[in-house]
């Protein structure tokens, strides 16, 4: 951190703000459907079945079992949380609102808020949809591969966005103590996040603040560590 300041987040945009609430709601409003049908559920659930749709593998309600939707989504949640926080961390006293990195980290922490609520809210439809097989004692989860396959197309969309609102960085002038390795940037007295290449056609880490190591090490728990742990509590 640069002497005599602290570290603040650059401010989120009304899009962001919205997409974080909308998040927390869908989330509150999926364990309050689930804790409200779990009483009605039964106690073996039918989680395997035969061609024709009828059960033949089951497993006892539990609420781990029962509450994995919303467990997903507070992972999902937390993990982008996590990130867009870190992606709008500049430790400057004045955060330079016009400057390109500001830019760029407002429209990624952007995309990652949307990137959250669009799965949080497959999610959530995901909660109905299980609780319907259960007490049918059917298989079938309804348009699942449809909406799934609408999260997809949302998720790319939003990408393809925060790519062209983030745009091409100004180039700067080239100061080799600045760069590990020849295309490391490292430079401690740097407030940005994000910085130019050397050649200034796209964005890079500033790997002299600690947070870029924390942002790289977030997005491999998000990728890697994540899906295990919801695996093993799935499977207990």
């Known amino acids: 951190m640069i002497a005599g300041t602290r570290l603040r987040l650059v401010r989120p945009s009304h899009l962001t703000k919205v997409a974080i609430a909308a ?17 009605r559920l039964p106690w073996l659930l039918p989680v395997h079945f ?18 994995m939707p919303v467990f997903v989504q507070v992972s999902l949640t937390l993990v982008l949380l996590a990130i867009g926080a870190l992606l709008l961390s500049r430790p400057h006293g004045d955060h330079d609102e016009n400057a390109p990195d500001v830019r760029a980290a407002s429209a990624a922490a952007e995309a990652v808020a949307l990137f959250a609520l669009i799965w949080v809210a497959f999610q959530g439809y995901v909660a109905i949809a299980l609780t319907l097989m259960w007490r049918a004692e059917r298989a079938g989860l309804g348009p699942y591969v449809y ?3 609408t999260g997809i197309v949302l998720t790319i969309a939003v990408a393809i966005r925060a790519h062209a609102r983030v745009g091409r960085p100004d180039p700067r002038p080239f100061v080799p103590e600045h760069w590990t390795f020849g295309h490391l940037y490292k430079n401690r007295e740097d407030p940005a996040l994000f910085a130019p ?10 790997f002299g603040r600690p947070l870029a190591a924390a942002l790289m090490g977030t997005v491999l728990l998000l990728g890697i560590v994540l899906p295990v742990v919801i695996l093993a509590l799935l499977l207990r």
């Open 23 to 39: 998040s927390f709601a869908t989330i509150t409003w999926s364990a309050a459907f689930l804790l409200t049908l779990y009483p």
């Open 50 to 67: 035969k061609p024709n749709g009828f059960p033949n593998g089951w497993q006892y309600k539990t609420y781990w079992r029962v509450l």
């Open 147 to 149: 909406l799934e396959l």
């Open 197 to 206: 290449t050397r050649d200034g056609t796209r964005w890079t880490l500033n």
